[in-house]
Structures are given as structure tokens and as C-alpha cells.
């Protein structure tokens, strides 16, 4: 797999062929081409929900600690998760186990008791566990800053335990590099951006001086042009042509 250097040298020699790089002189530094990369993945991910992904993190508390910061790619934190209920003080052998993904024995031995119910009092059983829950603390209240990235819990931890936290965050940069929906778009976006950094560059003189009266300049033009190019790219986004699941309808 290419590493992340080598995807962004692609996508610079890109755009330096498509400004015409080795028949004409284009006047771009390495710093503008950064930029420009920088300014599409940027923009990718404020307008794409392809940019980012679901995933689950185990976050240890510490005693009478609320306030915790995440990584910087953690983009919202939906849910926290406990191993146990019943219990603030305990971690995973105070109160009542209450995992969901190893409930097979639970049924297990519901459906082989000759004394029980079955299905019915198997559901019943969940609700149950499900109700005690909410009501000593299995499911914590908590408050998510998306500019701090911190997490602050509103109960405080009686003990060290380990949380799973259920969040979105940002997909690496190397793998939207790499992503067949994405990966164009972005390649677009920075010629654009190119496009423009150079327009601006070349309108700063309309003309320039020579022998034969001198030669004019297409700054103007290839501002308009990136421009243009530029809320093409932004209604593919809200197309999602760029990979994603798109926007719904928006009523006000």
C-alpha cells in the first residue's frame, strides 16, 4: 500500500499536468499545492458524511474524574457503554452483568428450563434488565465538546472502570486517498484550488512588457474558471456523487 507521502505527490503531479506543467511554466511552489490539498480534504470532510466512519473506543475512568479528552479524530460521541448495572461503585463484578453481545448463555438457559416461559418471559427478562439499568446507572449522562474533544461525564466515577464509548470519527487521510469515490473529487477540488492561487497570482499584472507590445495575462480567467469549477465540485457533494448517504429534506 502506497504510504501517505506517495498519495499526495499523485495527486500533485495531477494538477501539474493539467495546468499544463512541461509545455508551459506554472508558477506554484510545493507550499501551494499543500495548501490546495489541505483546503479539499478540509472542505471534503465539512460537507461529506463519507469522511467519516462509525466506530467503538474503551476509555478507562479514573476515581472522581469527570473530564476526559478523546483523540482529535473523534468527531461525536453517541453512546457510552457499561459492563455492569446496579452499581456505582463496582466495575465489572459490581451489580448485575448487562452485556448484550454475550446474551446466548442468558437464552440458553431460559429456553431449556422446563419451568420457564420461553420466548415471552426471555423478552421480559431483557426489559427487565434493561429497566434496572436506568435506574442505577448503567447508562451514563455525559457531555461532548467537538472543539476541545473533551468528554465530561455527568456522574462521578466511585471506581476505575473501562467505558465503551460508540462515536463517529474522521476517516484516515490516507484511506480517502485511496477511496474510489472520494479520491477524484478531492484531485478536482485542488486543481481548482490551484487554479485559483494562480489566477490570483497572474491578475496582480493585466499585462506584461515586451517587444512586440507585450502579452496579457489570463489571471481573471482562470479565477472564474476555478470558481465555476468549485461549486461544480460542491454540488456533487450534496449529490453525493462523492461517496456518502447524501442530505435529507430540509422543511423551514
Known amino acids: 500500500m502506497a504510504d501517505l507521502a506517495t498519495q499526495k505527490q499523485e495527486i500533485f503531479d495531477y494538477v501539474y499536468a493539467m495546468l499544463g506543467g512541461g509545455m508551459v511554466d506554472v508558477e506554484l511552489d510545493p507550499i501551494h499545492y499543500n495548501t490546495a490539498l489541505t483546503k479539499a480534504l478540509t472542505r471534503y470532510r465539512q460537507r461529506s458524511d463519507n469522511s467519516v466512519e462509525e466506530s467503538y473506543l474503551f476509555m478507562p475512568t479514573l476515581k472522581d474524574t469527570n473530564t476526559y479528552t478523546l483523540p482529535k479524530e473523534v468527531v461525536e460521541v453517541r453512546q457510552l457503554f457499561r459492563r455492569s448495572i446496579g452499581s456505582r461503585t463496582g466495575g465489572g463484578d459490581g451489580g ?73 470519527n474522521y476517516r484516515p487521510d490516507s484511506e480517502l486517498l485511496q477511496d474510489y469515490m472520494a479520491i477524484q473529487w478531492i484531485k478536482d477540488y485542488t486543481l481548482a484550488a490551484c487554479k485559483y492561487m494562480l489566477g490570483e497570482a497572474r491578475s496582480k499584472f493585466a499585462t506584461i512588457a515586451g517587444p512586440q507590445g507585450g502579452s496579457s495575462l489570463n489571471g481573471d480567467a482562470l479565477k472564474a474558471e476555478a470558481q465555476g469549477e468549485m461549486e461544480k465540485l460542491e454540488n456533487e457533494v450534496a449529490m453525493a456523487m462523492a461517496g456518502g448517504t447524501g442530505y435529507g429534506f430540509t422543511i423551514g
Request: charged content about 15%; overall charge neutral; glycine content about 6%.
Open 96 to 168: 448485575t452483568v448487562f452485556e448484550p453481545f454475550n446474551m446466548a448463555y442468558t437464552n440458553t438457559y431460559l429456553l431449556s428450563s422446563s419451568n420457564m416461559g420461553g420466548l415471552a418471559t426471555y423478552d421480559m427478562f431483557s426489559q427487565y434488565q434493561e429497566l434496572v439499568g436506568r435506574m442505577f446507572g448503567s447508562f451514563i449522562e455525559f457531555k461532548w465538546n467537538s472543539t476541545s474533544k473533551k468528554l465530561t461525564l455527568l456522574q462521578r466515577p466511585r471506581a476505575e472502570e473501562t467505558l465503551m464509548l460508540y462515536v463517529y
